[in-house]
């Protein structure tokens, strides 16, 4: 529907802050340039759109103040425009201010032509004492300009955003801190605003229910006689006529568009004091039809209304208007009964409802014991709701279980596919932000990859299909630099091949008289172990490329042990590295590209469709191992001469070669600036091995190994070294992330290529194994005979230092909800009785909403470390932070545990609002156990991180705000 369309393409503007706008199917405005522009220094190397999307292409490019017209899409539908810190601003609120007035004229000068949309996106590097420096940008969602738009209040709404996002990045305690302000970049979009127009007839379902007044207009004012339809006689109101024109007096309609965009309702609302507009969209059911032209359509049972604008507020004179849609333009109609007409969405009871019209969320007028009902009710859950943005709630169904699903993924993926890039550094020495000096231009020169095949895959097919068993090294030169489109050609054909392989190969069950007895004796299915029926009929799951028994399943199992309908590709660093090589070359055909997005320039993952039921998945392994390869090879090596963990290695190398080739290389990169330099026939000498980022020169033991891997490969160029070089990294990646999957396989029974990143996989792992924190710092000051500066005059004092491992975990293992979430229906008055029976153990949890007292006699005793911390805007601030305080509370939400220690250390509960209970147990101690076993027994560090990541990752899981989650495509612009 074109309103969901909008709001999909407003929301994609916040992460891909280059493609997601500019293809807006309703939009004409164009955007002139405005002349003039300050001069501009262009880097040659760089095309347009990699200017816009990444930031060391673009920031080279600004050397004077003032916004910088970057690029423009085609007929200027989009532009770009960015301000460097030319001024050497060392804060962002000094920063901003120097240039919030050059900001609010250019969005100003914009829409005077049209109405547009504009993003902004702050950049900057923070630096760490012991990483690398890191780029970081803080970014604000689309937003719509007019012409009668508060610029300058919607300029220091965006900058307190952006602080706001800031603010929150620096409370994750990374460690980093600002090193430099690079500049601020200004997305203007093209916008047409959705606006009703002339009349489209209700959809049967939706006429049938009576609760909708659809005015029948001819012109392209629906949105004045939606307004006007309530003070309509009944009978009268479909057909707008005099009575209609009768009505016009009662409000302003003037400086509204014709038609009337959403956008503008608020204009409405400005000139007609103590009115307010809500405005609900109509999804389509399955089986439902979409109307052409004027003559609507029908629309199917599960068709849903569903917020689009609803105020904070509703004024005396409130109106609830519903968009219904053509193919071709929207028509705004009254909704005459909300009640009525979205009660079958939530109940087929006729007993009268009280409906929440942020979130539909409804109340009934039954009355229950300590529990409110109707109207009362629906107001104190508008307490919760009021603060967030409305939104439709997709809840599961009454008995749905929170199980694992993911049984496909206990079998191990049959392809794998890993992949590196290495590439020339071509000179550049600008200056590219406030005190950031750009000195290479990155530009892929060779890749290697190297296909993984399982146990289970014959040689023979393998051959059949086409498909390498050993790496794949290819090198460019001057003349053919097209390295990346190369990768892509090749790796998507080479998937389509893996595709056809899974799709066409089903080689029939081969069962030796052992597995056959095996299989016989077996009563309970492996997967879900429950006891075979003659409804669940035992089944013999094999391998379809081999033959080989694999398990003894029921048959509901054993379907959903489906083929893979893709094949991972994996890049060590992808996110942050590669990806930028691959991702421009991606869109050489029609077939789609989906993208799991951290960023608009760090993506998690990005997949590209290369038949209609396959694809190719470009992972990172650092999402799974964080460390560096160099690291990560290290820990494969036991002790010196064991070369057991190197398998894909091995199958390449030689037994002599391989104490050169299970360990990291060193390259001179910097050195390697041109295509030239690849045909030295000499190692370069040590100094060239020199790196201007890192600021260090190489070992002389790794010196003294590329010395040795040389003359003992026999390299006759640089060249040759490379590609030797590039083939050793693949493989590694290859040996590094195999025996990770053994590892994964053996403890969880879960291969790990399935998933986008560690966090996904301890999730499932743990389901088939099965508000924030505070900080405060204190400046203490011990005073005794040991310490500096000694007073003996005063009390002596010594300072204590503590440091509790395995928060998480073990917080993660105490007792905790699973279900039964249900409210308290016993007396309120007397419900904090229950807390003297109650244990960390019990059976029953229950969670208060209290008032509660923090008594002045304990202020002094309790000031280091107050009870209840709670979430606010401190003074000086515009930002939420977690603040410990000793005030009295007020609907305040607490765990019976915490609220237990807050009273027997003195806390008053002055009233009980309401107790919500659930059954606990401690569910997820088992699965936290193991992996603090298995920390315990990790051999290398990171085995030790891996572990303790899998169970704080679960915490982060559960805690995800599904609301951020956001579908993302990438398109040509």
């Given at each position: ?49 990699n ?23 085609l ?10 810190n ?6 962002y ?20 032509i ?20 890191e ?29 706001s ?30 606006g009703?127009?002339?009349?489209i ?15 029948m207009?001819?012109?392209?004012d ?5 307004i ?22 009662r409000?302003d ?29 109509l ?10 032209g ?17 105020v ?16 071709e ?26 409906i ?21 009710a ?6 919760l ?25 206990m ?12 590439a ?19 530009h ?13 895959v ?35 054909a080479?998937?389509?091949r ?10 029939q069950i081969s ?127 036991t ?75 026999n ?34 029974n ?26 405060r ?6 005073n ?112 019976y ?32 156990n ?35 989650r ?8």
């Amino acid at each position: 529907m074109g309103i969901a369309v909008g709001q999909q393409q407003q929301s994609l503007s916040s992460v891909g802050f280059v493609d997601s706008v500019a293809s807006s199917s309703n939009a004409n405005v164009i955007i002139p340039p405005q002349a003039p522009t300050p001069s501009v220094k262009r880097t040659k190397t760089n095309s347009a759109r990699n200017i816009v999307k990444f930031k060391k292409a673009r920031i080279g490019m600004v050397n004077t103040p003032g916004f910088i017209e970057l690029d423009s899409s085609l007929n200027r539908t989009v532009v770009w425009y960015y301000r460097g810190n030319t001024e050497n601003c060392v804060s962002y609120p000094a920063f901003l201010d120097s240039i919030k007035l050059e900001l609010i004229e250019k969005i100003n000068y914009c829409v005077r032509i049209n109405p547009i949309k504009y993003n902004l996106k702050l950049e900057s590097v923070y630096a760490h004492r012991e990483l690398p420096a890191e780029d970081r940008a803080f970014k604000t969602v689309s937003r719509e300009a007019y012409i009668h738009s508060d610029v300058r209040a919607m300029v220091d709404e965006d900058f307190a955003a952006l602080m706001s996002e800031e603010d929150r990045y620096m409370k994750k305690g990374s460690g980093f801190t600002l090193s430099s302000i690079d500049g601020l970049l200004l997305g203007i979009y093209e916008h047409t605003p959705l606006g009703g127009s002339s009349y489209i007839p209700l959809p049967e379902n939706i006429r049938r229910k009576k609760a909708v007044i659809n005015p029948m207009n001819i012109d392209d004012d629906c949105f004045k006689w939606a307004i006007l339809a309530r003070h309509v006689s009944v009978g009268h109101h479909n057909h707008v006529g005099q009575n209609y024109y009768n009505e016009e007096h009662r409000y302003d309609f003037s400086e509204l568009s014709s038609p009337t965009p959403i956008s503008e309702i608020h204009i409405f609302e400005r000139r007609n004091k103590g009115v307010s507009v809500n405005v609900y969209g109509l999804k389509l059911g399955k089986g439902g039809k979409e109307g052409k032209g004027g003559k609507g359509g029908k629309v199917g049972k599960e068709s849903v209304v569903y917020p689009i604008r609803v105020v904070d507020n509703e004024k005396a004179e409130h109106f609830d208007l519903l968009v219904i849609e053509g193919s071709e333009r929207m028509h705004y109609t009254y909704i005459s009964n909300f009640s009525r007409l979205v009660r079958s969405q939530k109940t087929s009871h006729e007993s009268r409802l009280f409906i929440c019209k942020r979130c539909f969320t409804s109340f009934d007028e039954q009355i229950k014991k300590n529990k409110l009902s109707g109207n009362e009710a629906l107001q104190q859950h508008m307490r919760l709701c009021e603060p967030n943005k409305p939104i439709l709630p997709v809840m599961p169904e009454e008995g749905d279980v929170l199980r694992f699903n993911g049984w496909a993924n206990m079998q191990r993926h049959p392809f794998v596919i890993y992949a590196d890039f290495e590439a020339l550094l071509e000179k550049q020495m600008e200056r590219v932000g406030a005190s950031t000096d750009g000195i290479h231009a990155h530009h892929p020169m060779s890749y290697g990859y190297f296909v993984k095949a399982a146990a289970d895959v014959p040689v023979t097919l393998m051959e059949k299909y086409d498909i390498p068993q050993m790496p794949v090294i290819y090198r460019e030169s001057e003349s053919r630099d097209e390295v990346a489109k190369h990768f892509v050609a090749s790796v998507t054909a080479l998937a389509i091949r893996l595709g056809n392989l899974l799709k066409a190969t089903n080689v029939q069950i081969s069962m030796s008289v052992e597995e056959l007895r095996a299989h016989n004796a077996k009563s309970v299915c492996d997967m879900c172990k429950l006891e075979f029926t003659e409804t669940r009929c035992k089944v013999a799951d094999y391998c379809h490329l081999s033959g080989r028994v694999r398990h003894t399943l029921c048959s509901s199992c054993n379907l959903k042990l489906t083929t893979p309908k893709f094949v991972p590709c994996f890049l060590h660093n992808l996110s942050k590295y590669d990806a930028h090589f691959i991702v421009t070359e991606l869109g050489y055909d029609k077939e789609s590209i989906t993208v799991i997005p951290n960023t608009e320039e760090n993506y998690i993952s990005f997949s590209k469709r290369v038949t209609p039921d396959f694809s190719v998945r470009f992972l990172d392994s650092c999402r799974f191992m964080a460390s560096s390869l160099a690291e990560l090879a290290g820990n494969l090596l036991t002790k010196p001469g064991d070369f057991e963990k190197f398998r894909e290695t091995a199958k390449v190398f030689q037994p002599a070669d391989m104490p050169l080739v299970t360990r990291k290389g060193v390259f001179p990169y910097e050195y390697t600036d041109k295509w030239s330099r690849l045909e030295e026939t000499a190692l370069p000498p040590k100094r060239e091995f020199y790196s201007m980022l890192s600021e260090k020169h190489v070992s002389e033991e790794d010196y003294v190994h590329a010395m040795e891997v040389w003359r003992h490969f026999n390299c006759t160029s640089l060249g040759d070294y490379s590609d030797l070089y590039l083939k050793v990294d693949v493989l590694l990646l290859a040996d590094v992330m195999e025996n990770f999957r053994d590892l994964c396989m053996s403890t969880y029974n879960l291969d790990p290529v399935y998933y986008y990143t560690a966090p996904g996989f301890t999730f499932d792992a743990m389901l088939r194994g099965l508000e924030g924190g505070w900080f405060r710092p204190v400046n203490g000051r011990a005073n005794n005979p040991k310490t500096p500066g000694y007073d003996a005059e005063k009390p002596s004092s010594w300072l204590v230092y503590q440091d509790c491992n395995n928060l998480y975990g073990y917080a993660m293992g105490e007792y905790m909800p699973y279900g039964g979430f249900k409210w308290y229906e016993g007396d309120l008055d007397r419900s904090l009785e229950l807390l003297d029976v109650m244990t960390d153990k019990s059976d029953v949890g229950r969670i208060y909403e209290v008032d509660i007292a923090y008594p002045d006699n304990l202020h002094d005793a309790h000031n280091d470390l107050p009870f209840l911390p709670r979430n606010g805007v401190p003074p000086g601030s515009k930002v939420n932070k977690l603040m410990a305080t000793l005030e009295r509370k007020e609907r305040y939400i607490v765990h019976y545990r915490n609220l237990k220690q807050a009273i027997a250390n003195g806390l008053i509960v002055e009233k009980v609002h309401r107790v919500l209970e659930f059954r606990q147990s401690a569910w997820l101690a088992k699965y936290i156990n193991l992996n603090t076993e298995m920390r315990k027994k990790a051999g290398n560090e990171f085995e030790r991180d891996f572990f303790k990541l899998l169970n704080n990752a679960v915490f982060g899981k559960t805690m995800e705000c599904v609301r951020n989650r956001i579908a993302m495509e990438l398109v040509s612009c």
